[in-house]
């Protein structure tokens, strides 16, 4: 690989979450955005590893890439301890508008909880964007997230 292109020139695939910048719409005790971007997939809650809102309708949590990115798929680790079901029924959002906080961006993803595979795989086929969301739409709740990984790739420099 030479300058982050493969020998078939094509650009390099990776988790581009882990140097990004994540934000919620609340803060429930000391459970920040950024603990879904640590590169821990540990789903046990009170390990500390895990974003977590307050109960409020339509809670989201947003990922900014910093400039905009081709996303191939989107790996979700869900809590495995804490009403992991919570999660279902939450959507993945990708693109380049904060409107509503970023909600309003074409949806990649719905997610279905499966309690026995707290980490999960979302094809999005290389959507463009900048923001990646995850929101649970229409309902109160809370919004726990113990990892966000996020598999893309940028051909444009960072101003």
Same mark, same amino acid.
């Given at each position: 690989?030479?300058?982050?292109?493969?020998?078939?020139?094509?650009?390099?695939?990776?988790?581009?979450?882990?140097?990004?910048?994540?934000?919620?719409?609340?803060?429930?005790?000391?459970?920040?955005?950024?603990?879904?971007?640590?590169?821990?997939?540990?789903?046990?809650?009170?390990?500390?590893?895990?974003?977590?809102?307050?109960?409020?309708?339509?809670?989201?949590?947003?990922?900014?890439?910093?400039?905009?990115?081709?996303?191939?798929? *989107?790996? #979700?680790?869900?809590?495995?301890?804490?009403?992991?079901?919570?999660? $279902? &029924?939450? @959507?993945? %959002?990708?693109?380049?508008?904060?409107?509503?906080?970023?909600?309003?961006?074409?949806?990649?993803?719905? *997610?279905? #909880?499966?309690?026995?595979?707290?980490?999960?795989?979302?094809?999005? $086929? &290389?959507? @463009?964007? %900048?923001?990646?969301?995850?929101?649970?739409?229409?309902?109160?709740?809370?919004?726990?997230?113990?990892?966000?990984? #996020?598999?893309?790739?940028?051909?444009?420099?960072?101003?």
């Amino acid at each position: 690989m030479v300058n982050g292109l493969s020998p078939r020139g094509t650009q390099h695939k990776k988790n581009v979450a882990l140097k990004s910048s994540a934000t919620q719409s609340s803060l429930y005790a000391n459970y920040f955005p950024s603990n879904a971007i640590d590169g821990n997939r540990d789903g046990v809650y009170a390990h500390g590893s895990c974003s977590h809102t307050d109960n409020e309708l339509s809670p989201w949590w947003r990922l900014d890439l910093l400039k905009p990115h081709k996303v191939f798929s *989107i790996t #979700v680790t869900n809590s495995i301890n804490a009403v992991p079901l919570r999660l $279902n &029924g939450a @959507e993945i %959002r990708i693109g380049d508008s904060l409107e509503n906080n970023g909600n309003n961006n074409p949806r990649c993803a719905v *997610i279905s #909880v499966d309690v026995n595979h707290p980490t999960m795989t979302f094809q999005c $086929n &290389g959507m @463009e964007g %900048r923001y990646v969301n995850v929101v649970i739409p229409g309902r109160n709740e809370y919004l726990i997230l113990c990892e966000v990984e #996020v598999n893309g790739f940028s051909d444009r420099p960072t101003s």
